[in-house]
């Protein structure tokens, strides 16, 4: 009985990666602050402390997650940015990416950065600057690869980057609520191709040698 006893209480051992992606599913569903100890260690199987010992504390797990769950999509994105044969090629991909990432059936709905954290009491103050501090950082990229574009003669030499980077990160925000409430991927990338017709320079047509470049960076960051 003893023996018994002892193995039952044995904690158990949590794989980090397992972990993450239990916490990252739970945090996007319910946000930061709908999300609680008791909800993050009964998806896990663990005990707090092994919780904490493992992650630190709620703060440091959520952090944690995020970098788990957007790491590949960062990764393809400034991928398209850097590698695009154009600027517009480039949001083309980036924002029907988004369009597909945050509407994927079997997960939950919207970005968990973009819309992440938004209203919070003044003791998630420091998450929610954290999670500003990434959507600006997005911001910041499209801007610089905007920035090239106008260098390069792509877009006009009056062009206001920073407005249009931010209004392309507002499209993307806006398209992560609308896929909470239902919207499906064909409609948001129908929303994603209004917006690119406000496009201050010369657009690619899908035709030719720049749609061809599009498949062959879609099909890559399929990989």
Same mark, same amino acid.
Not at 89 to 104: G, P
């Given at each position: ?62 952090? @944690? ?53 938004? @209203? ?104």
């Amino acid at each position: 009985m003893t023996e018994a006893v002892r193995k039952r209480g044995r904690p158990r051992v949590l794989k980090p990666e397992v972990g993450l992606e239990k916490a990252a599913l739970l945090f996007w569903e319910h946000g930061y602050e709908g999300t609680s100890i008791a909800d993050l260690t009964q998806a896990m199987g663990v005990t707090p402390p092994s919780l904490y010992a493992t992650f630190g504390s709620k703060e440091d797990l959520y952090r @944690q997650a995020l970098d788990y769950a957007i790491e590949g999509e960062n990764r393809r994105r400034a991928e398209a940015l850097r590698g695009a044969p154009s600027a517009y090629d480039a949001m083309v991909f980036y924002l029907h990416d988004v369009a597909e990432s945050i509407s994927q059936p079997g997960k939950p709905r919207g970005c968990i950065v973009s819309s992440a954290v938004l @209203q919070h009491s003044e003791a998630s103050a420091s998450v929610a600057r954290d999670v500003a501090a990434r959507r600006d950082a997005a911001t910041r990229a499209i801007k610089d690869r905007l920035d090239r574009a106008v260098s390069d003669g792509e877009l006009p030499a009056d062009t206001d980057t920073d407005s249009l980077a931010r209004f392309y990160a507002a499209v993307v925000q806006g398209m992560s609520a609308q896929a909470c409430d239902g919207a499906c991927t064909a409609r948001l990338k129908q929303v994603a191709d209004i917006a690119l017709s406000a496009w201050p320079g010369e657009r690619m047509d899908g035709r030719g040698s720049d749609g061809r470049a599009r498949e062959r960076l879609a099909a890559k960051a399929s990989r």
